[in-house]
């Protein structure tokens, strides 16, 4: 069984940095798509930036400018560098490996990572 490994999260003030990671615990063939996906307290999940395996990317519009998203192909890992962090962003972060081909796929989640954004 495959698990996406993160780390990265934490307390810190407003206006700092903190940045993510995300690696599976064995090889896996490359996925498609890797993503952020955040969650507060009574709020459902909401995407916070994705990569594909050809390099686009898609943030969400409160954290534009603010993340970035990053991967290493060779090591199948995805980063989120997180600047100006703010007490909205304050959630338990997740990653999402997704591969779909003809002839296998998969869907795989981080177990979260929270992160709080308090003075």
């Known amino acids: 069984q495959v698990q996406l490994v993160e780390s990265g999260g934490g307390l810190v003030q407003p206006g700092g940095s903190l940045r993510l990671s995300c690696a599976p615990s064995?090889?896996?063939?490359?996925?498609?798509?890797m993503g952020w996906y955040r969650q507060a307290p009574g709020k459902q999940r909401e995407m916070v930036a994705t990569i594909t395996s050809g390099g686009s990317t898609n943030y969400a519009d409160s954290v534009k400018g603010r993340f970035t998203i990053l991967k290493d192909n060779a090591k199948n890992s995805v980063f989120l560098q997180m600047n100006t962090l703010q007490p909205e962003d304050t959630a338990v972060y997740y990653c999402?490996?997704?591969?779909?081909?003809?002839?296998?796929?998969?869907?795989?989640w981080g177990q979260g990572t929270q992160v709080t954004v308090s003075s």
């Open positions: 064995r090889g896996i063939y490359s996925p498609n798509k």
């Open positions: 999402n490996f997704v591969r779909t081909t003809f002839l296998d796929g998969y869907n795989y």
